[in-house]
T-cell receptor, first 111, second 114 residues
Framework: EDQVTQSPEALRLQEGESSSLNCSYT??????LFWYRQDPGKGPEFLFT???AGEEKEKERLKATLTKKESFLHITAPKPEDSATYLC????????????FGSGTRLSIRP | DGGITQSPKYLFRKEGQNVTLSCEQN?????MYWYRQDPGQGLRLIYY???????QKGDIAEGYSVSREKKESFPLTVTSAQKNPTAFYLC?????????????FGAGSRLTVL
């Protein structure tokens, strides 16, 4: 069964304290792995798409990486405005229309 | 600006009532989705549609119904058969249903059963 697990569930950091969020996945033939950011009471917003192991993408203080079993979202020198829930989602070649989401990591950055 | 509009943002329902959540997109996307989000849980797929006049059940379709009569519109009806409808509902769209493309989400509708 295709599955996505995110850890930790919640993470509290001091401003400037770098860390990583994890997304472990089990799918039969990865089609794509997606990272989204969701602010409270709003819809998720797209951050990155990764398609193959070894791929990396960066945007401001965020960097996403992908291996055959997991993806990491690295956050460097975070600021309070980076506080949000970060969601990971995967699609597979065997069931491309079915997008499987993890339960998210709730990130809080203290000033 | 292109995007997805969900309405209403907040909705209250009495037990036994059906309610309909609206979702409209002007992105010219073929695929549209409805997700349910509960606290501490990931997004769960209710229904999706890859083309007009066609839709498929997701993982938690029981107690819900949809229609796709126009490319731009994908309304969701929460029926009285849905036992625990209080949740945050998200509509999304993508260029197609291949799984390779990004989802664009609406702002969500929060449904509360009184």
């Amino acid at each position: 069964e295709d599955q996505v697990t995110q850890s930790p569930e919640a993470l509290r950091l001091q401003e400037g304290e770098s860390s990583s969020l994890n997304c472990s996945y089990t799918v039969s033939g990865l089609r794509g792995l997606f990272w989204y950011r969701q602010d409270p009471g709003k819809g998720p917003e797209f951050l990155f798409t990764l398609y193959s192991a070894g791929e990396e993408k960066e945007k401001e203080r965020l960097k996403a990486t992908l291996t055959k079993k997991e993806s990491f979202l690295h956050i460097t020198a975070p600021k309070p405005e980076d506080s949000a829930t970060y969601l990971c989602a995967v699609t597979s070649y065997s069931s491309a229309s079915k997008i499987i989401f993890g339960s998210g990591t709730r990130l809080s950055i203290r000033p | 600006d292109g995007g997805i509009t969900q309405s209403p943002k907040y909705l209250f329902r009495k037990e036994g009532q059906n309610v309909t959540l609206s979702c409209e997109q002007n992105l010219n996307h073929d695929a549209m989705y409805w997700y349910r989000q509960d606290p501490g849980q990931g997004l769960r797929l209710i229904y999706y549609s890859q083309i007009v006049n066609d839709f498929q059940k997701g993982d938690i379709a029981e107690g819900y119904s949809v229609s796709r009569e126009k490319k731009e519109s994908f309304p969701l009806t929460v029926t009285s058969a849905q036992k625990n409808p209080t949740a945050f509902y998200l509509c999304a769209s993508s260029i197609d249903g291949s799984g390779a493309n990004v989802l664009t989400f609406g702002a969500g509708s929060r449904l509360t059963v009184l």
